[in-house]
Nanobody, 129 residues
Framework: QVHLVQSGGVSVQAGGSLTLSCAAS????????MGWFRQAPGKAREGVAA??????VKYANSVKGRFTISHGAARNMVLQMSSLTPEDTAMYYC????????????????????????WGQGTQVNVSS
Protein backbone atom coordinates (compact mmCIF):
# COMPACT_ATOMS: atom_id res chain seq x y z
CA GLN A 1 0.00 0.00 0.00
CA VAL A 2 1.28 3.47 -0.86
CA HIS A 3 2.28 5.37 2.24
CA LEU A 4 3.16 9.08 2.50
CA VAL A 5 4.94 10.39 5.57
CA GLN A 6 5.32 14.10 6.23
CA SER A 7 7.76 15.95 8.44
CA GLY A 8 8.66 19.55 9.24
CA GLY A 9 6.50 22.58 9.80
CA VAL A 10 5.10 23.83 13.14
CA SER A 11 5.48 27.48 14.09
CA VAL A 12 7.27 30.58 12.89
CA GLN A 13 6.87 34.34 13.02
CA ALA A 14 5.76 36.29 9.97
CA GLY A 15 8.58 36.74 7.52
CA GLY A 16 10.20 33.51 8.59
CA SER A 17 10.80 30.25 6.78
CA LEU A 18 9.83 26.64 7.20
CA THR A 19 10.47 23.44 5.30
CA LEU A 20 8.08 20.55 4.81
CA SER A 21 9.13 17.13 3.60
CA CYS A 22 7.17 14.18 2.29
CA ALA A 23 8.39 10.70 1.51
CA ALA A 24 6.34 8.20 -0.48
CA SER A 25 6.90 4.48 -0.10
CA UNK A 26 5.57 1.39 -1.91
CA UNK A 27 4.57 3.35 -5.01
CA UNK A 28 5.24 1.05 -7.97
CA UNK A 29 5.20 3.58 -10.81
CA UNK A 30 8.37 4.97 -12.33
CA UNK A 31 6.61 8.19 -13.24
CA UNK A 32 4.99 10.09 -10.42
CA UNK A 33 3.45 13.39 -9.47
CA MET A 34 3.27 14.77 -5.96
CA GLY A 35 1.97 17.95 -4.49
CA TRP A 36 1.12 19.98 -1.42
CA PHE A 37 -2.32 21.13 -0.36
CA ARG A 38 -3.41 23.15 2.62
CA GLN A 39 -6.60 23.84 4.48
CA ALA A 40 -7.18 26.56 7.03
CA PRO A 41 -10.09 26.43 9.49
CA GLY A 42 -13.30 27.43 7.78
CA LYS A 43 -11.70 27.58 4.35
CA ALA A 44 -11.67 25.30 1.35
CA ARG A 45 -8.69 23.11 0.56
CA GLU A 46 -6.15 24.91 -1.60
CA GLY A 47 -3.54 23.47 -3.90
CA VAL A 48 -0.13 24.91 -3.11
CA ALA A 49 2.47 23.35 -5.37
CA ALA A 50 3.19 20.21 -7.37
CA UNK A 51 6.21 18.49 -8.89
CA UNK A 52 6.69 15.38 -10.99
CA UNK A 53 9.61 13.06 -11.62
CA UNK A 54 10.55 15.09 -14.72
CA UNK A 55 10.96 18.22 -12.62
CA UNK A 56 7.82 19.88 -13.91
CA VAL A 57 6.50 22.25 -11.23
CA LYS A 58 3.46 24.42 -10.68
CA TYR A 59 2.40 26.80 -7.94
CA ALA A 60 -0.66 28.54 -6.65
CA ASN A 61 -0.53 32.26 -7.35
CA SER A 62 -0.66 32.94 -3.62
CA VAL A 63 2.72 31.28 -3.04
CA LYS A 64 4.64 32.03 -6.23
CA GLY A 65 7.99 33.60 -5.48
CA ARG A 66 7.83 32.56 -1.83
CA PHE A 67 7.57 28.76 -1.91
CA THR A 68 9.83 26.33 -3.75
CA ILE A 69 8.97 22.71 -4.37
CA SER A 70 11.60 20.15 -5.23
CA HIS A 71 11.99 16.42 -5.40
CA GLY A 72 14.64 13.90 -4.60
CA ALA A 73 15.47 10.70 -6.38
CA ALA A 74 13.35 8.38 -4.29
CA ARG A 75 9.87 9.93 -4.46
CA ASN A 76 10.74 12.44 -1.79
CA MET A 77 9.41 15.94 -1.97
CA VAL A 78 10.38 19.12 -0.17
CA LEU A 79 8.48 22.40 0.13
CA GLN A 80 10.63 25.33 1.16
CA MET A 81 8.46 28.18 2.41
CA SER A 82 9.80 31.68 2.96
CA SER A 83 8.36 35.13 3.62
CA LEU A 84 5.56 33.42 5.48
CA THR A 85 2.49 35.41 6.50
CA PRO A 86 -0.34 34.58 8.90
CA GLU A 87 -2.44 33.78 5.81
CA ASP A 88 -0.20 30.75 5.26
CA THR A 89 -1.36 29.24 8.54
CA ALA A 90 -3.06 25.94 7.76
CA MET A 91 -2.82 22.19 7.91
CA TYR A 92 -0.59 21.11 5.04
CA TYR A 93 -1.00 17.77 3.31
CA CYS A 94 1.22 16.09 0.77
CA UNK A 95 -0.37 13.99 -1.92
CA UNK A 96 0.56 11.64 -4.72
CA UNK A 97 -1.62 11.54 -7.82
CA UNK A 98 -1.41 8.26 -9.70
CA UNK A 99 -2.97 9.80 -12.82
CA UNK A 100 -0.41 12.65 -12.82
CA UNK A 101 -3.14 15.09 -13.87
CA UNK A 102 -2.15 17.20 -10.89
CA UNK A 103 1.11 17.97 -12.66
CA UNK A 104 0.24 17.87 -16.36
CA UNK A 105 -3.09 19.71 -16.37
CA UNK A 106 -3.30 23.44 -16.97
CA UNK A 107 -3.96 25.77 -14.10
CA UNK A 108 -2.88 25.79 -10.47
CA UNK A 109 -2.52 22.63 -8.41
CA UNK A 110 -5.88 21.00 -7.77
CA UNK A 111 -7.33 17.66 -6.82
CA UNK A 112 -8.54 16.06 -10.05
CA UNK A 113 -10.46 13.09 -8.63
CA UNK A 114 -10.66 10.62 -5.81
CA UNK A 115 -9.24 7.43 -7.27
CA UNK A 116 -5.50 7.01 -7.25
CA UNK A 117 -4.84 9.78 -4.76
CA UNK A 118 -2.74 9.11 -1.70
CA TRP A 119 -2.39 11.50 1.21
CA GLY A 120 0.04 12.21 4.00
CA GLN A 121 -1.01 12.56 7.60
CA GLY A 122 -0.98 16.36 7.63
CA THR A 123 1.38 18.88 9.22
CA GLN A 124 0.29 22.02 10.99
CA VAL A 125 1.96 25.28 10.00
CA ASN A 126 1.36 28.28 12.24
CA VAL A 127 2.57 31.74 11.29
CA SER A 128 2.20 34.41 13.93
CA SER A 129 2.17 38.13 13.26
Amino acid sequence: QVHLVQSGGVSVQAGGSLTLSCAASNYPGSRWCMGWFRQAPGKAREGVAAVDNEGRVKYANSVKGRFTISHGAARNMVLQMSSLTPEDTAMYYCALDDSRLLCVSDGPPAVTGTLGWYWGQGTQVNVSS
